[in-house]
């Protein structure tokens, strides 16, 4: 089948550097985009990856790796505003459905 | 100058009952899509609509029925709620022909059954 895996939950501390991971099982896909979700409100795009390698967003990167089945948001300098949900998605090429990942939710402790 | 709107905010009814949720979006997006959201969080994708196909995921029971009277909007219908209903429900839309596909969401509509 077509999945998507996040960790359910990781916690850091303000000003760090932290990594949310996405691995993915589908066999082909168009691009890995992610989704930021603050609690009571609504998803907001953060990020595309049409290609392998980083793409960077002010404080935000995302990279993906095809050959890998692989693909992370890295968010450095971390704010106390930065506790949200994250998202991966992809659209998978043979039937163009979206799949999402199940979130990672991100504390961050001062 | 809401890009994706839903109305209403809240909705709160007792089982049995039949609603339904309005989408509006003004982006001049070709298509529209259904979300629900559960307690543990997870987005799960109920519908998705352009002008040329309505995509049902076959796991959503029939007593849920996309109508989109035009292009800009998409409306659910729900029938006979039950508990397992309450959940937030999320109306967005993209334009597939635009790379990267970012999907704008509305605000969410909270559905308590009780």
């Known amino acids: 089948g077509q999945s998507l895996e996040q960790p359910s939950e990781v916690t850091a501390v303000e000003g760090a550097i932290v990594q949310i991971n996405c691995t993915y099982q589908?066999?082909?896909?168009?691009?890995l985009s992610w989704y930021q979700q603050h609690d009571g409100g609504a998803p907001t795009f953060l990020s595309y990856?049409?290609l392998d390698g980083l793409e960077e967003t002010g404080r935000f990167s995302s990279f993906l790796s095809r050959s890998d089945s692989y693909g992370y948001l890295l968010l450095q300098e971390l704010q106390m505003k930065d506790s949200a949900s994250y998202f991966c998605?992809?659209?998978?090429?043979?039937?163009?459905?979206?799949?999402w990942g199940a979130g990672t939710k991100l504390i961050i402790k001062p | 100058d809401t890009a994706v709107s839903q109305t209403p905010k809240y909705l709160v009814t007792q089982m049995g009952n039949d609603k339904s949720i309005k989408c509006e979006q003004n982006?001049?997006?070709?298509?529209m899509y259904w979300y629900k959201q559960d307690s543990k969080k997870f987005l799960k994708i109920m519908f998705s609509?352009?002008?040329?196909?309505?995509?049902i995921n076959e796991t959503v029971p029939n007593r849920f029925s996309p109508k989109s009277p035009d292009k800009a909007h998409l409306n659910l219908h729900i029938n006979s709620l039950e508990l397992g209903d309450s959940a937030v429900y999320f109306c967005?839309?993209?334009?597939?022909?635009?790379?990267?596909?970012?999907?704008?969401f509305g605000p969410g509509t909270r559905l308590l059954v009780l």
């Open positions: 998605a992809v659209r998978a090429i043979s039937n163009y459905q979206l799949i």
């Open positions: 589908t066999s082909g896909f168009y691009g």
């Open positions: 967005a839309s993209s334009q597939d022909s635009e790379a990267p596909e970012t999907q704008y």
């Open positions: 982006l001049g997006h070709d298509t």
């Open positions: 990856n049409a």
């Open positions: 609509y352009n002008n040329k196909e309505l995509i």
